[in-house]
């Protein structure tokens, strides 16, 4: 009865490919989230939706497209995968912008 | 520019020794204020946040944070470090201006 699932856990792919990775929550949230971490650590918050409208773009390359068929899903599509992509991304959802967030346990994406 | 600093990128301290980990914000808005913590291979976890009311927060596993407008700061501490406690510490702040990120991070060793 995993609250925030992503699927898949690693992703091994090469540079120039088209890659999803899917989040689904279960806490009957209305705000959901993709942050970007990098080697360092940093924690990036790419974009956001709340009941389905986005609220939160953060200046990312348009190849990353996040698409929200229902509240309770957010998924993040990549096209032209490149060598900077490579990271820990992560979906996590909360009630709303101001309530706690609860995050999945990442998607490693590596790009040879 | 609304920002959130963590100043120390990795800190070391002796198993039951005291800890105090430093967050300051930079925000126009009234902040909601959080902590989270990640251990490694998995996402963040909610410490404790701060709305309003008393600015001395409890949170978990023994955690504390205080609220200081007049610094904009919001310092996590723990009175006794356990070996458990090593991992990567978050500040985060988030508006009702649909504004919200998070510190860069510190990085707690804990010694035996």
């Known amino acids: 009865d995993t609250a925030v699932s992503q699927t898949p856990k690693y992703l091994v792919t090469q540079m120039g490919n088209d890659k999803s990775i899917k989040c689904e929550q279960n806490l009957g949230h209305d705000t959901m989230y993709w942050y970007k971490q990098d080697s360092k650590k940093f924690l990036k918050i790419m974009f956001s939706y709340n009941n389905k409208e986005l609220i939160i773009n953060e200046t990312v390359p348009n190849r990353f497209s996040p698409k929200s068929p229902d509240k309770a899903h957010l998924n993040l599509h990549i096209n032209s995968l490149e060598l900077g992509d490579s990271a820990v991304y992560f979906c996590a959802s909360s009630q709303d912008l101001i309530q706690p967030q609860h995050f999945g346990d990442g998607t490693r994406l590596s790009i040879l | 520019a609304q920002s959130v600093t963590q100043p120390d990128i990795h800190i070391t301290v002796s198993e039951g020794a005291s800890l105090e980990l430093r967050c300051n914000y930079s925000?126009?808005?009234?902040?909601?204020l959080f902590w989270y913590v990640q251990s490694p291979g998995q996402g963040l976890q909610l410490l404790l946040k701060y709305f309003s009311g008393d600015t001395l927060v409890q949170g978990i596993k023994g955690f504390e944070a205080e609220f200081k407008r007049s610094q904009s700061s919001f310092n996590l501490r723990k009175p006794s470090v356990h070996w458990s406690d090593a991992a990567e510490y978050f500040c985060?702040?988030?508006?009702?201006?649909?504004?919200?990120?998070f510190g860069a991070g510190t990085r707690l060793t804990v010694k035996p």
């Open positions: 985060a702040v988030a508006t009702l201006n649909n504004d919200m990120r």
């Open positions: 925000y126009g808005a009234t902040p909601y």
